[in-house]
């Protein structure tokens, strides 16, 4: 099973912007599976945020969608979250998961990924 490990959380202003990252154990190639960002704030279910598939192709939640941008680097064990103008309602603990199938991706369904990372908190504030 993939080791994740995220990073990148802090706390910031509204408006601002965060950069997340989640490394993969060795030998784990992100670009060959299918990966995602999930978050979640307290009380509330956890929530999909962005999902990227082997052909590079993404889905955001639609509250990020324009804002949030899903990618991973070129040597392929790290995934990034970009957040810009972050929101007060961005506040949550951010997971890596990966593991994933089409549908898991398509559907920001956090049931059909199998690893998940420890998550990494953001805290934004007005």
């Known amino acids: 099973q993939v080791h994740l490990v995220e990073s990148g959380g802090d706390s910031v202003q509204s408006g601002g912007s965060l950069r997340l990252s989640c490394t993969a154990s060795d030998r784990y190639t992100i670009s060959e599976h299918y990966m995602g960002w999930f978050r979640q704030a307290p009380g509330k279910e956890r929530e999909g945020v962005a999902a990227i598939d082997p052909s590079e192709h993404t889905t955001y939640a639609h509250s990020v969608k324009g804002r949030f941008t899903i990618s991973r680097d070129n040597a392929e064990t790290t995934l990034y979250l970009q957040m810009n103008d972050l929101k007060d309602e961005d506040t949550a603990m951010y997971y890596c998961?990966?593991?994933?199938?089409?549908?898991?991706?398509?559907?920001?369904?956090?049931?059909?990924?199998?690893?998940w990372g420890q998550g990494t908190q953001v805290t934004v504030s007005s």
């Open positions: 998961a990966a593991a994933g199938t089409w549908y898991a991706c398509r559907y920001l369904s956090a049931a059909y990924f199998r690893s």
